[in-house]
């Protein structure tokens, strides 16, 4: 068992080209830890500083962003939800989950990609599908908040996006911008650029509640094709993100999933994310200027 642990290990650490990738891949299978705050603080003691909210379903965040947000309690119009987190941990899920517990209370912004409209998509809905051209003359112009280059494809976010949906009715608005590039770029677009009452900026990052060597072995190469460039994506992120985020969610997902390459959705996840989402909606109201 453990020469197979081994085999696995120099498998993924090969085919991942970056030396820090190599590194962090190597302290993640070797100590295998869960997917938890409390858990990943053996490898990164930046994560020793998160508690759970409340005892909540799986929340966490630090005493002292838990002092910011109660600074911030019934004071701003907007939110900006910025949920990040590794390749299939539920980003999507955790989204879909607020907007079926509480429709009309978050928007997503839209994003632009170069990449083929695939069936049922919609444009300016799903994506704002451009052609290469066009997308790299908007770059050109500082169009975009933060852009990057995936699978061949180019992926943006559209700062005219952001200020539209701003102006919509919803009083959350959620971006799935990456943290490495896009956190930084949002938050910069709204300090020194955007026009207009600034939105708060609230930052979570989901991760999939289970051990390690479970997430790189069986549920990553089950929902995606490119597993091998994601898992050294994923080990940076997991690296970081206790110093960048403000709120850490730990997604349970069910073993099973339809379909080699099916996209995870809040179908694939148990029922105890409906209490999470539900937490997250309960923080983000209290942040938010209430009307009588």
């Known amino acids: 068992m453990l020469r197979k642990h081994i085999a696995v290990i120099l498998y993924f650490v090969k085919k991942t080209k970056k030396i820090n990738s190599q590194h962090l891949l190597k302290q993640l299978f070797l100590v295998d830890p869960k997917l938890t705050p409390n858990e990943l603080s053996k490898i990164f003691p930046k994560y020793k500083d998160f508690n759970k909210i409340e005892n909540s379903y799986s929340l966490w965040t630090q005493n002292k962003t838990l002092a910011r947000l109660t600074k911030n309690f019934g004071k701003h119009q907007k939110i900006m939800l910025l949920i990040s987190g590794i390749s299939a941990g539920g980003k999507d899920a955790v989204r879909e989950k607020i907007q079926e517990l509480k429709p009309g209370f978050l928007f997503k912004a839209v994003t632009a990609t170069t990449r083929e ?25 500082n169009k975009f908040i933060e852009q990057t280059n995936f699978g061949g494809n180019l992926y943006g976010s559209p700062k005219r996006s952001f200020d539209d949906a701003l102006l919509r009715s919803e009083p959350v608005v959620c971006s799935h ?57 994923a080990a940076k992120e997991i690296s970081v993100a206790a110093s960048n985020t403000d709120v850490i969610l730990t997604n349970k997902i069910l073993n099973s999933v339809s379909g080699s390459n099916s996209r995870q959705t809040s179908k694939s996840t148990p029922k105890p994310l409906k209490k999470q989402a539900q937490k997250l909606i309960n923080l983000m109201l209290k942040i938010i200027v209430t009307t009588n």
């Open 117 to 141: 409209i695939r069936k049922n998509e919609k444009n300016k809905v799903d994506y704002y599908f451009y052609n290469e051209k066009k997308f790299l003359q908007e770059a050109k112009n």
């Open 177 to 233: 911008v990456e943290m490495k590039d896009g956190w930084p770029g949002v938050e910069n677009y709204f300090k020194n650029e955007y026009v207009g009452e600034k939105p708060f900026i609230l930052k979570v990052f989901v991760i999939p509640n289970m051990k390690f060597s479970q997430y790189a072995n069986e549920w990553l190469p089950k929902v995606r094709k490119d597993y091998i460039d994601r898992i050294g994506i």
